[in-house]
């Protein structure tokens, strides 16, 4: 599955940015979806992870309550909502996609990777 992310841009502090990745080249719905991140200097870590079915989800303890993961099938997308973003959100967000049935919250099962959309959250 090749997957591409999209929507990344500048927002202030406080604001709101949704990104997307559509997927295409496999059974989208088979797959557990995720979202990553990489600030500067900082290691890759998992924000947000949602299940082939939309039935769970998964948010890493620093986003919870902000950010929302969410997947259209029909559409092959997956969107990760960020809401009250702060200056330390800034990243380069990736998507990934795992064969895992559940909300996958263990990277190392992430095996197809889009390319990454820039997010700048200014003070």
């Known amino acids: 599955v090749q997957l591409q992310a999209s929507g990344g841009g500048l927002v202030q502090a406080g604001g709101s940015l949704r990104v997307s990745c559509a997927a295409s080249?496999?059974?989208?719905?088979?797959?557990?979806m995720g979202w990553f991140r990489q600030g500067p200097g900082k290691e890759r870590e998992l924000v947000a992870a949602?299940?082939?079915?939309?039935?769970?989800?998964y948010y890493a303890d620093s986003v919870k309550g902000r950010f929302t993961i969410s997947r259209d099938n029909a559409k092959n997308t997956v969107y990760l909502q960020m809401n009250s973003l702060k200056p330390e959100d800034t990243a380069v967000y990736y998507c990934a996609a795992s064969h895992s049935l559940r909300a996958e919250d263990d990277p190392r099962r992430y095996l197809y990777w889009g390319q990454g959309t820039l997010v700048t959250v200014s003070s």
């Open positions: 949602i299940s082939w079915i939309s039935g769970n989800s």
């Open positions: 080249g496999g059974t989208f719905s088979r797959y557990a």
